[in-house]
Protein backbone atom coordinates (compact mmCIF):
# COMPACT_ATOMS: atom_id res chain seq x y z
CA UNK A 1 0.00 0.00 0.00
CA UNK A 2 0.99 3.71 -0.21
CA UNK A 3 3.93 4.73 2.18
CA UNK A 4 5.01 7.51 3.95
CA UNK A 5 9.16 8.11 4.51
CA UNK A 6 9.20 9.91 7.55
CA UNK A 7 12.87 11.08 8.84
CA UNK A 8 14.41 11.02 10.49
CA UNK A 9 13.48 8.07 12.26
CA UNK A 10 15.31 9.23 15.87
CA UNK A 11 16.70 12.38 16.44
CA UNK A 12 19.13 13.12 19.85
CA UNK A 13 19.60 17.09 20.13
CA UNK A 14 20.33 19.35 22.80
CA UNK A 15 17.89 21.33 24.59
CA UNK A 16 17.94 24.91 22.89
CA UNK A 17 18.46 23.41 19.23
CA UNK A 18 16.22 23.51 16.55
CA UNK A 19 15.03 20.41 15.29
CA UNK A 20 13.95 19.22 11.55
CA UNK A 21 12.08 16.39 10.60
CA UNK A 22 10.12 15.31 6.64
CA UNK A 23 7.86 13.45 5.29
CA UNK A 24 8.07 12.15 1.66
CA UNK A 25 5.04 10.83 -0.46
CA UNK A 26 5.49 9.64 -4.33
CA UNK A 27 1.89 10.45 -4.56
CA UNK A 28 0.30 13.59 -4.60
CA UNK A 29 -1.38 14.56 -1.09
CA UNK A 30 -4.35 16.84 -0.70
CA UNK A 31 -3.69 17.40 3.42
CA UNK A 32 -0.84 16.84 5.78
CA UNK A 33 -1.51 16.24 9.24
CA UNK A 34 1.52 16.32 12.31
CA UNK A 35 0.87 14.60 15.48
CA UNK A 36 2.76 14.18 18.81
CA UNK A 37 2.83 11.59 21.47
CA UNK A 38 3.86 11.29 25.10
CA UNK A 39 4.65 8.13 26.13
CA UNK A 40 1.57 5.79 27.17
CA UNK A 41 -1.22 8.24 26.01
CA UNK A 42 -2.75 9.40 22.34
CA UNK A 43 -1.53 11.18 19.45
CA UNK A 44 -2.35 15.14 20.16
CA UNK A 45 -3.14 17.03 16.79
CA UNK A 46 -0.06 19.77 16.50
CA UNK A 47 -0.43 21.20 12.65
CA UNK A 48 -2.79 20.58 10.01
CA UNK A 49 -2.06 21.94 6.11
CA UNK A 50 -4.43 22.10 3.51
CA UNK A 51 -2.38 24.19 0.71
CA UNK A 52 0.62 23.66 -1.43
CA UNK A 53 2.88 25.84 0.19
CA UNK A 54 0.81 26.64 3.20
CA UNK A 55 3.33 27.79 6.33
CA UNK A 56 1.54 27.14 9.78
CA UNK A 57 2.52 28.27 12.89
CA UNK A 58 1.85 26.74 16.36
CA UNK A 59 4.31 28.52 18.98
CA UNK A 60 7.92 26.99 18.59
CA UNK A 61 6.54 24.58 16.05
CA UNK A 62 6.22 25.54 12.30
CA UNK A 63 5.11 23.24 9.33
CA UNK A 64 5.08 23.66 5.28
CA UNK A 65 3.22 21.96 2.99
CA UNK A 66 5.26 21.41 0.31
CA UNK A 67 5.23 22.92 -3.18
CA UNK A 68 5.23 19.47 -5.02
CA UNK A 69 2.29 18.49 -2.75
CA UNK A 70 4.42 15.76 -2.30
CA UNK A 71 6.21 16.27 1.13
CA UNK A 72 5.76 18.30 4.56
CA UNK A 73 8.00 19.62 6.84
CA UNK A 74 8.24 20.05 10.60
CA UNK A 75 10.70 22.20 12.70
CA UNK A 76 11.12 22.63 16.45
CA UNK A 77 12.73 26.14 17.35
CA UNK A 78 14.87 26.46 20.58
CA UNK A 79 13.57 22.60 21.71
CA UNK A 80 12.85 22.25 25.45
CA UNK A 81 12.47 19.20 27.79
CA UNK A 82 9.11 18.62 26.83
CA UNK A 83 9.38 18.48 23.19
CA UNK A 84 10.77 14.92 24.11
CA UNK A 85 8.31 12.04 22.62
CA UNK A 86 7.38 10.81 18.94
CA UNK A 87 5.94 12.80 16.15
CA UNK A 88 4.40 11.26 13.62
CA UNK A 89 2.93 12.69 10.21
CA UNK A 90 -0.11 11.88 8.49
CA UNK A 91 -0.92 12.84 5.10
CA UNK A 92 -4.27 12.47 2.32
CA UNK A 93 -4.47 11.59 -0.91
CA UNK A 94 -7.17 13.58 -3.76
CA UNK A 95 -7.96 9.89 -4.91
CA UNK A 96 -8.39 8.22 -1.05
CA UNK A 97 -9.77 10.06 2.41
CA UNK A 98 -7.90 7.39 4.40
CA UNK A 99 -5.06 8.77 6.31
CA UNK A 100 -1.93 7.28 5.47
CA UNK A 101 0.85 7.51 8.55
CA UNK A 102 4.60 8.21 8.54
CA UNK A 103 6.76 5.64 11.14
CA UNK A 104 7.14 8.85 12.89
CA UNK A 105 10.06 10.34 14.52
CA UNK A 106 11.48 9.86 17.75
CA UNK A 107 12.55 13.04 19.81
CA UNK A 108 15.28 12.71 22.49
CA UNK A 109 16.79 15.33 24.23
CA UNK A 110 20.46 14.91 25.58
CA UNK A 111 20.56 16.24 29.07
CA UNK B 1 -8.46 16.79 26.36
CA UNK B 2 -9.11 15.24 22.97
CA UNK B 3 -13.10 14.56 24.09
CA UNK B 4 -12.33 11.05 23.13
CA UNK B 5 -13.24 8.29 25.91
CA UNK B 6 -11.58 4.95 26.01
CA UNK B 7 -12.57 2.19 28.61
CA UNK B 8 -10.72 0.40 29.73
CA UNK B 9 -7.03 1.88 30.35
CA UNK B 10 -5.77 -1.22 30.79
CA UNK B 11 -6.68 -4.52 30.48
CA UNK B 12 -4.81 -7.79 31.34
CA UNK B 13 -6.00 -11.28 29.99
CA UNK B 14 -5.22 -14.48 29.26
CA UNK B 15 -4.04 -15.98 25.49
CA UNK B 16 -7.60 -17.38 23.97
CA UNK B 17 -9.68 -15.15 25.96
CA UNK B 18 -11.89 -12.37 24.23
CA UNK B 19 -11.98 -8.32 25.15
CA UNK B 20 -14.09 -5.42 23.95
CA UNK B 21 -12.96 -1.84 24.28
CA UNK B 22 -15.05 0.52 24.29
CA UNK B 23 -14.93 3.95 22.06
CA UNK B 24 -16.48 7.48 22.85
CA UNK B 25 -16.18 9.86 20.05
CA UNK B 26 -16.38 13.77 20.84
CA UNK B 27 -19.31 15.08 20.72
CA UNK B 28 -20.51 15.74 17.28
CA UNK B 29 -18.05 13.66 15.04
CA UNK B 30 -19.49 10.64 13.25
CA UNK B 31 -16.86 8.84 12.21
CA UNK B 32 -14.59 6.42 14.73
CA UNK B 33 -11.18 5.07 13.88
CA UNK B 34 -9.74 2.60 15.75
CA UNK B 35 -5.36 1.72 15.24
CA UNK B 36 -3.00 -0.88 17.08
CA UNK B 37 0.06 0.22 18.11
CA UNK B 38 2.36 -2.41 19.66
CA UNK B 39 5.61 -1.51 21.02
CA UNK B 40 7.69 1.00 19.73
CA UNK B 41 5.62 0.94 16.59
CA UNK B 42 4.04 3.04 14.51
CA UNK B 43 -0.28 3.27 14.15
CA UNK B 44 -1.48 0.87 12.20
CA UNK B 45 -5.02 1.23 11.14
CA UNK B 46 -7.55 -1.12 11.74
CA UNK B 47 -10.68 0.21 10.68
CA UNK B 48 -13.38 3.03 10.22
CA UNK B 49 -17.21 3.72 10.89
CA UNK B 50 -19.13 6.75 9.65
CA UNK B 51 -22.61 7.24 11.21
CA UNK B 52 -23.14 3.77 12.06
CA UNK B 53 -21.87 2.13 8.80
CA UNK B 54 -18.15 0.22 8.55
CA UNK B 55 -16.59 2.49 6.02
CA UNK B 56 -12.72 1.37 5.79
CA UNK B 57 -11.34 -1.55 6.73
CA UNK B 58 -7.07 -1.48 7.09
CA UNK B 59 -5.21 -4.39 8.70
CA UNK B 60 -7.47 -5.86 10.75
CA UNK B 61 -7.17 -9.34 11.44
CA UNK B 62 -10.56 -12.01 11.14
CA UNK B 63 -10.38 -12.26 15.12
CA UNK B 64 -11.31 -8.54 15.57
CA UNK B 65 -14.67 -6.90 14.62
CA UNK B 66 -15.87 -3.40 15.42
CA UNK B 67 -19.30 -1.61 15.37
CA UNK B 68 -20.60 1.47 15.94
CA UNK B 69 -24.05 2.41 17.95
CA UNK B 70 -27.11 4.74 17.36
CA UNK B 71 -25.59 7.00 20.25
CA UNK B 72 -22.15 6.77 18.14
CA UNK B 73 -19.87 5.17 20.45
CA UNK B 74 -17.83 2.06 18.91
CA UNK B 75 -16.52 -1.26 20.42
CA UNK B 76 -13.87 -3.08 19.21
CA UNK B 77 -14.14 -6.84 19.82
CA UNK B 78 -10.92 -8.90 20.06
CA UNK B 79 -11.13 -12.53 20.39
CA UNK B 80 -8.68 -15.78 20.43
CA UNK B 81 -6.28 -13.37 21.66
CA UNK B 82 -2.52 -14.05 21.45
CA UNK B 83 0.26 -13.03 22.77
CA UNK B 84 1.01 -10.75 19.43
CA UNK B 85 -2.12 -8.87 20.58
CA UNK B 86 -0.53 -6.92 22.82
CA UNK B 87 -0.62 -3.07 22.34
CA UNK B 88 -2.05 0.02 22.54
CA UNK B 89 -5.24 0.45 20.97
CA UNK B 90 -6.39 3.71 19.83
CA UNK B 91 -9.82 5.36 18.98
CA UNK B 92 -10.05 8.48 17.00
CA UNK B 93 -13.21 10.47 15.92
CA UNK B 94 -13.30 13.04 13.27
CA UNK B 95 -16.39 15.20 12.23
CA UNK B 96 -16.98 13.01 8.75
CA UNK B 97 -15.14 11.14 6.43
CA UNK B 98 -13.42 13.68 4.82
CA UNK B 99 -10.69 16.35 5.13
CA UNK B 100 -10.95 16.64 8.87
CA UNK B 101 -8.28 15.82 11.23
CA UNK B 102 -8.38 12.83 13.68
CA UNK B 103 -8.68 13.75 17.25
CA UNK B 104 -7.53 10.55 19.49
CA UNK B 105 -8.30 8.95 23.04
CA UNK B 106 -5.49 7.87 25.41
CA UNK B 107 -5.41 4.19 24.39
CA UNK B 108 -5.91 1.10 26.15
CA UNK B 109 -3.55 -1.11 26.53
CA UNK B 110 -3.87 -4.62 26.30
CA UNK B 111 -1.48 -6.93 27.94
CA UNK B 112 -1.93 -10.93 27.05
CA UNK B 113 -0.39 -12.92 29.64
Known amino acids: GQQLNQSPQSMFIQEGEDVSMNCTSSSIFNTWLWYKQDPGEGPVLLIALYKAGELTSNGRLTAQFGITRKDSFLNISASIPSDVGIYFC???????????WGAGTKLIIKP | DSGVTQTPKHLITATGQRVTLRCSPR?????VYWYQQSLDQGLQFLIQ???????AKGNILERFSAQQFPDLHSELNLSSLELGDSALYFC????????????FGDGTRLSIL
Open chain 2, 92 to 103: ASSVSSSNQPQH
Open chain 2, 27 to 31: SGDLS
Open chain 2, 49 to 55: YYNGEER
Open chain 1, 90 to 100: AGRMDSNYQLI
